[in-house]
């Protein structure tokens, strides 16, 4: 089994940053492409960002400028750098990881932007 674990939530100030990070174990047979979703109380889980391989990124277009994503090397561990944070960014974000056959969730990690 796969096992991500996101950490780095919290509370911030409007205009604040947050770096949250996932870390994956277990029995990885490979690792095609991991990202972050995002959901919001009462709305659908929603795409806001990925990476394929080391370096191929993504970013959903509300987000590009302020979001980074990337992964170290190795790729065991992925990271969401938010910037300029806003209060619409408030939401349970989710890491997953896609190898091929399935895609793995962790269980989320709470981040709370304050206006």
């Known amino acids: 089994q796969v096992q991500l674990v996101e950490s780095g939530g919290g509370v911030v100030q409007s205009g604040g940053s947050l770096r949250l990070s996932c870390a994956a174990s277990?029995?990885?047979?490979?690792?095609?492409?991991m990202g972050w979703y995002r959901q919001a109380p009462g709305k659908q889980r929603e795409w806001v960002a990925s990476?394929?391989?080391?370096?191929?990124?993504s970013v959903a277009d509300p987000e590009r400028g302020r979001f980074t994503i990337s992964r170290n090397n190795g790729g065991s561990m992925l990271y969401l750098q938010m910037n300029s944070l806003k209060p619409e960014d408030t939401a349970v974000y989710y890491c997953?990881?896609?190898?091929?056959?399935?895609?793995?969730w962790g269980q989320g990690t709470q981040v709370t932007v304050s206006s």
């Open positions: 277990g029995s990885i047979f490979r690792i095609d492409t």
């Open positions: 990476i394929r391989g080391e370096s191929y990124t």
């Open positions: 997953y990881l896609d190898d091929g056959r399935t895609r793995y």
